[in-house]
């Protein structure tokens, strides 16, 4: 394609499109890098340049572009049923086939799942159930839902109002009402001189703290993240979650492990929460549940909820696009390539003790301040002064991600973090050439900053 349909696409852009998460001033003055295919882990944009997606997409391409077996899959389904919903006690095959296919791969007595469309779907499904729950119960007091500074649970209101992201907030008039937030464990920036196990448990601490200053009878659940991944991959100090899990065992409020980012072998387990050993009561899902091919969520839950839901009468609330079939065949096609392709295994034996081993070699470059990974997950830390951890003046992570994409890499920039989340099927030689690739365009944001 050439220069001049770059710039058609980018006139259709400024004139029709209005994209999320975009500063549209600072667009219409560069112009959108316009994707036009994608295969294994690369895309090309519309000039002809090939670029290593260091992302997955938005954390979601787990198995890799374009896999024949879930065109296939979609185009059957599509033939056969298109569409039906699952409102108003129906259901179809496709539907049920995949919350089998779930149940058989989340933690243990985790049996049943709401499908969605999307992860903020799942979010506001979670709100929605866990104080409906709580009056199913007989205590309807029981509504107040305790999330994370920084912590990102999607785009919705009840999304945007659990995860703590204020920037998000002071747009859009939120918190709704009954949410509240304790702090991140993000100990590089805001650990100080603790230890980072002592910064764990003191801000896993503040779990009960804001229990116990709204008051138990008031708290109806907690929600976090098993690893931050928006908020910059925020992998929590080793004593961060069993403190959490004390805590927890001592109140009665129910736990909510969004999976979106985790679920689906990022951690090289099935989900977040077997990495860490914890047992959430429900599970937020999206993005690797279907590799991005097709929009889809879902939450699964625990049977003691469900128990409970099964007394609660109608649950009032679904999205037409619950469970879609066309979606629902295409997850269950990336679940069995996920399995039979022994994928999770390969990236735990493999890929990701190589990925962490040549990532870690970053942390020489005098631009990071702190490297931390953990699966396929990664991020640096850019810092003018590795000793004091003082920051640039100025967006220079913005500068690192267009030296990276200009160069052929998707890094994402969370201020100065640079974040990556890789396809689960990148390969040793595809690894090198991200760190290489990653290595330069560090150089060259260095070269900036002076
Ligand atoms: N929860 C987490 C942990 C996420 O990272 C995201 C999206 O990045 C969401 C929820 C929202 O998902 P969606 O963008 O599909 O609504």
Redesign the pocket.
Known sequence: MSESNTLHWQNLSREHLLPPFSDYRELNAKGARIITRASGVYLWDSKGNRILDGMAG??CVNIGYGREELVEAAARQMRELPYYNLFFQTAHTPALELANAIAGIAPIGMDHVFFTG??????DTVLRMVRHYWMTKGQPQKQVIIGRWNG????TVA?ASLGGMKAMHEQAGLLISGIEHIDQPYWYGEGDDLDPDEFGIRVAEQLEQKILEVGEDKVAAFIA?PIQ??GGVIIPPDSYWPKIREILARYDILFIA?E??CGFGRTGEWFGSDYYGNAPDLM?I??GLTSGYLPM?GVIVRDKVVQVLNEGGEFYHGFTYSGHPVAAAVALENLRILKEENILERVKAKTSPYLQKRWRELADHPLVGEVRGLGMLGALELVKDKQTRERFPGAIGMRCREHCLDNGLVMRAVGDTMIISPPLVINEEEIDELVTKARLCLDLTARDAR
């Open positions: 938005l954390w999307s992860g903020s779907e799942s979010n990102y649970h999607g785009s999304g993240e991944g928006a969004d979106v980012i937020p999206a993005k969520g």
